[in-house]
T-cell receptor, first 113, second 118 residues
């Protein structure tokens, strides 16, 4: 099937370890951020979002951290599983402005046993 | 299946031919977006609709590209006189966002249509 992101930065982790995927965003006016997971041959799948009035948000096994000072976003995945293997994208949006998501460069997460 | 549906999933066409893709958004989602994704890159915004109104178009959307959402439900994206550089995954997404709300901004993506121009 299709392979997304053949030349993307790659993070390799052992099953059960925690993963941290980083993203730098570009627009200081962005106030809404989303992490998407994309498996080969599929569309992006929503993981977790965060608004700029927060610096941390937790979901099931995932945590997103936002540092507006340095325009940095991270996704932490606890107890990484083989099913987490995919390409991960961060996306930014300005809720008060144009309604489009700007995607960052993806990171390929590889989970090995 | 109540997700975003795209058809076809794959399309191979000869250079110079016209192609049309269809997107069926999640029911009652008033916003519909088209993105394009090339290998190794994140999705790039093309255009979006609020109901039947096309509110924004990217510079990536050349004159050969046209998108419609005639009844505010499904949408079509047509590419005329296809070029090899049009080869990409075309993604559709929908959102219940009504404008300005901070509570309903999540966009759900379809599986995409993979276009190959030979």
């Amino acid at each position: 099937g299709e392979s997304v992101g053949l030349h993307l930065p790659t993070l390799s982790v052992q099953e059960g370890d925690n993963s941290i995927i980083n993203c730098a965003y570009s627009n200081s006016a962005s106030d809404y951020f989303i992490w998407y997971k994309q498996e080969s041959g599929k569309g992006p799948q929503f993981i977790i979002d965060i608004r700029s009035n927060m610096d941390k948000r937790q979901g099931q096994r995932v945590t997103v951290l936002l540092n507006k000072t340095v325009k940095h976003l991270s996704l932490q995945i606890a107890a990484t599983q083989p099913g987490d293997s995919a390409v991960y994208f961060c996306a930014e949006n300005n809720l008060g402005g144009t309604d489009k998501l700007i995607f960052g460069t993806g990171t390929r997460l590889q989970v090995f046993p | 299946d109540t997700g975003v549906s795209q058809d076809p999933r794959h399309k191979i066409t000869k250079r110079g031919q016209n192609v049309t893709f269809r997107c069926d958004p999640i029911s009652e989602h008033n916003r519909l977006y088209w993105y394009r994704q090339t290998l190794g890159q994140g999705p790039e915004f093309l255009t979006y609709f609020q109901n039947e109104a096309q509110l924004e178009k990217s510079r990536l959307l050349s004159d050969r590209f046209s998108a419609e959402r005639p009844k505010g439900s499904f949408s079509t994206l047509e590419i005329q006189r296809t070029e090899q550089g049009d080869s990409a995954m075309y993604l559709c997404a929908s959102s219940p966002r009504t404008g300005g709300s901070i509570l309903d901004t999540e966009a759900f993506f379809g599986q995409g249509t993979r276009l190959t121009v030979v």
